[in-house]
DNA sequence: CCTACCGATCGGTAGG
DNA sequence: CCTACCGATCGGTAGG
């Protein structure tokens, strides 16, 4: 387990007594917290944003609610900090594999196969965390955390048509297909494959979402 | 206004004044329940199913919360009667229009457009009632309310199935496609326009949607 | 349909 | 990180 002594050597601050207990203090702060967002990402997959209570996590983590609390300054700051540590979790297991693939349409598939298997192996206990904010948010009043959910939306619509675009510019599919409208069918195929599995847990569906994606991407092929 | 006189003639019971005053009673009470209904399934619509409080609907209706509470046995009751509610109304904007077309593509195809058209107009402020409830509730726990939604989910793709094969059945579709993954497909392209709308503001979404229809329907016409 | 409640839980604060 | 609170709101009940 690390201590305040195994961070000293890269601290500029050691041999202050002082400051290496509060460095200590706040390291130990750092895991409570990433272990309350490990945890709140999971709860809000599955009760949603609205549905994290700080007093649900505090007795799920075994911690007292204002000791939870203090390390968020309000429940909006908590849902903020939720959707950080589910976008970290994100990049780490759909974007990250996706990168090792060569680039243009092979790309583009990896990112794909990454997706549904994320979705697949159910990351976050509730199916994928973005989908169900963003269905959770999509027609609520403008506010910090409606705008963090549509920024990542953007973020992934975008990345989805600029890997077609690569795809296009490696003369791997149409130059004269939409990449947005292709990006926009993708990502539909899987969204519908989430919820059909959390509400059926049939596997089927991402065979479904897969035969569609292929069949797009094929018939788009050069 | 109908009140007990205006339903007497169809009712056996008229002559009896002690009867004809509850039939009042009960006629001014089932008003009073579609009213707190119709409030309801647009609340649900933009909170979700959880967010639609016993509080939160009297104030908006100007009712106390016991006053409203008496037409429902328990929270569970009102949510399940909230769907029943939003089917009808999802029956009579969607279901009912497409079976004005003729069997076959015609009216698969009037299926669609009337889905489409019902989100875009925003017949609940939210969106798509059905979209909203089945997303927050595919990854709870077994219970009443989800396998309501579970099974209104599970009709609306077996009509869009059924309105498949029916193309097929009428030589308007090729027959060796596969209506459940049409019927993904379709339902898929639909529910990512709703949530995009929802979220952008934006009508480029149906389009997109409408074009990802159009163009799925054309590769299988014959 | 109302007023007047109930215990539980909510987000949040004081003070250590 | 805790105990001990706060006012507001939750679903629900009693009694009329």
Same sequence: chains 1, 2.
Avoid at 48 to 63: P, Q
Avoid at 120 to 142: I, K, L, T, W
Avoid at 194 to 202: G, H, K, W
């Amino acid at each position: 387990m690390a201590d305040e002594s195994t961070l000293a050597p890269d601290d500029p601050r050691t041999g202050d007594i002082t400051t290496a207990v509060e460095d200590g203090r706040r390291a130990r702060g750092r895991r409570t917290r990433e272990s309350i967002l490990d945890a709140a990402v999971d709860l809000a997959s599955v009760e949603g944003l609205d549905g994290l209570t700080i007093g649900r996590l505090a007795t799920a983590l075994g911690m007292s609610k204002s000791g939870l609390f203090s390390h968020f300054g309000s429940k909006e700051e908590l849902q903020l900090a939720t959707i950080d540590a589910a976008r970290e979790i994100f990049i780490r297991e759909v974007f990250a594999p996706a990168r090792e693939a060569d680039r243009g349409l092979p790309r583009l598939v990896a990112l794909l196969d990454a997706w549904l298997a994320y979705m697949r192996r159910e990351v976050f206990h509730g199916g994928c965390f973005f989908d169900a904010v963003r269905n959770e948010y999509d027609s609520r009043q403008p506010g910090p955390v409606r705008d963090a959910v549509r920024a990542d939306f953007a973020t992934w619509s975008e990345s989805l048509a600029n890997r077609v675009r690569s795809a296009q510019a490696h003369g791997h599919l149409d130059p004269g297909a939409d990449p947005e409208q292709l990006a926009f069918e993708l990502d539909a195929l899987g969204g519908a494959a989430n919820v059909r599995f959390q509400l059926d847990r049939d596997e089927v569906a991402f065979e479904r979402a897969r035969r569609g994606i292929h069949s797009r991407l094929e018939a788009l092929a050069v």
